[in-house]
């Protein structure tokens, strides 16, 4: 059993749709997922033994690279301790602080096991705090698979061509309002909070306009709702702050996911002490969670944490810019029209056969997503080893572990890979 179609095959068998999150499943993209056996650094190997280039990297839980040495390290260490004992241990509060000493503002966090959790969490908090219904979220972005929270999702939701979710209640989305990314609604007083990815990194990358992150924070200080940045994506990845460092606005709740976990399942929402002393065992809203503050998650993310610090971030981010525009220009001059997104160390791909402006929103993103080019192209670079996510809606994640080398790499098989896609049309 060494192919990749066998392992899929059985997967298929036991698993539904043969993967545990769809978005793995190539469905679409097209043709069968690549099984991965192993990660190193920037690579991942498959099941048939092949090498690729991956931008993937565990859509965003990877930030040093696969198996980063001191992270295994500490990762066997802590095992060696005991796995989960179900009381307090000095992982999370070491975790939490290094937390709230990069995020200003952020005074105190409660440690789940996944961004979903996280997210979840913060909008029961919100509305416990305020004694408010109403979330608003906005068109495409994706804050996790709970019920609430599912209308009008970008990434896999939008992968599929869904506006939510079967099996979700009218009930449970009655209180979710949904309005267009990159434009500052009319708040009233029934909006318990105003709940956004300060980066939408989930219909592709569009970057926040202008004035739209100081618009929320103002509107919702003006109705007396609480805002909430979902920094699944951008916590600890844009800057060593997040979102709020990178772009000077300061919400009230803060999610955050992946990079914290240093690949292993982790999440975590938090804000001022007074906000989240609404929390049980304090206050009255419960929320709980059996692998909370896991020892080997909270010893992996502390790992990953003490190993980069806000320069690291900076030259993380030069080399995306560089890295983002000579792809940029290497799609276009080999006669697709490309638009490489970027903002701080996050970038992403957005293609089409005319020239065409950056997308500001869900709509325009999902023109671009949805042209059929991106599955071309993704296919023409997996082919030449090089691995992007396989969804048009998922952004690119450059790692710490990806060098020059690897990026040369990777532009060399996007020219060829452009002109394939040219070619057969
Ligand atoms: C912005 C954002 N929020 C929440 C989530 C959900 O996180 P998880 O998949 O860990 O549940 C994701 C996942 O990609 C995300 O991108």
Same mark, same amino acid.
Request: glycine share 10%; proline share 4%; with cysteine.
């Given at each position: 059993m060494?192919?990749?179609? /066998?392992?899929?095959?059985?997967?298929?068998?036991? %698993?539904?749709?043969?993967?545990?999150?769809?978005?793995?499943s190539f469905r679409s993209v097209g043709g069968v997922p690549y099984t991965v056996i192993s990660g190193s650094g920037a690579y991942v190997t498959d099941v048939e033994g092949r090498r690729y280039l991956d931008f993937v990297q565990s859509y965003g839980a990877s930030l040093l690279g696969h198996a980063s040495p001191l992270v295994v390290e500490t990762i066997q260490k802590s095992a060696a301790l005991g796995t989960t004992f179900g009381a307090p241990t000095p992982g999370e509060v070491l975790l939490a602080e290094a937390m709230v000493q990069r995020v200003a503002g952020l005074e105190q966090v409660r440690l789940v096991s996944s961004g979903t959790e996280a997210v979840m969490s913060a909008?029961?908090? /919100?509305?416990?705090?305020?004694?408010?219904?109403? %979330?608003?979220?906005f068109d495409g972005?994706?804050?996790?698979?709970?019920?609430a929270l599912l209308v009008a999702g970008g990434s896999g939701v939008a992968q599929l061509g869904l506006p939510g979710s079967a099996g979700v209640t009218d009930g449970s989305v009655a209180d979710t309002l949904v309005a267009p990314y990159n434009v500052v609604p009319t708040l009233d007083d029934s909006v318990a909070a105003v709940l956004v990815e300060p980066v939408a990194a989930n219909m592709n990358l569009v970057a926040p306009v202008a004035g739209f992150l100081e618009g929320l924070?103002?509107?919702?200080?003006?109705?007396g709702a609480l805002l909430i940045f979902d920094e699944v994506i951008t916590g600890f990845r844009l800057a060593s702050g997040g979102a709020e460092e990178y772009f000077g606005v300061t919400p009230d709740l803060w999610c955050f996911g992946k990079v914290i976990g240093g690949g292993l399942p982790v999440g975590a929402f938090g804000g001022s002490r007074a906000l989240l002393s609404h929390l049980a065992p304090s206050g009255p809203v419960y929320q709980a969670g059996t692998l909370s503050g896991n020892p080997l998650a909270t010893a992996a993310g502390l790992s990953v944490l003490s190993q980069v610090n806000g320069s690291d971030y900076r030259t993380l981010a030069s080399t995306v810019a560089g890295f983002a525009a000579s792809l940029e220009d290497v799609i276009n001059a080999n006669g697709l029209s490309a638009q490489v997104p970027v903002v701080g160390t996050l970038t992403g791909l957005y293609l089409s056969h005319e020239p065409f402006a950056a997308p500001q929103n869900f709509t325009e993103a999902k023109v671009l997503c949805d042209n059929g080019l991106y599955q071309e192209f993704f296919h023409a670079m997996l082919r030449r080893g090089v691995a992007l996510a396989p969804g048009a809606y998922e952004i690119m994640f450059v790692s710490f572990a990806h060098g020059p080398a690897d990026l040369a790499g990777a532009l060399s098989a996007a020219g060829e890979a452009t002109r394939e896609v040219v070619a057969a049309r």
């Open positions: 060494t192919t990749n179609a /066998a392992w899929f095959d059985r997967a298929q068998h036991v %698993i539904p749709g043969g993967v545990d999150s769809p978005v793995r909008v029961r908090l /919100a509305r416990g705090a305020t004694g408010r219904s109403k %979330i608003l979220k972005c994706y804050h996790g698979h709970s019920d924070r103002a509107e919702c200080d003006r109705v």
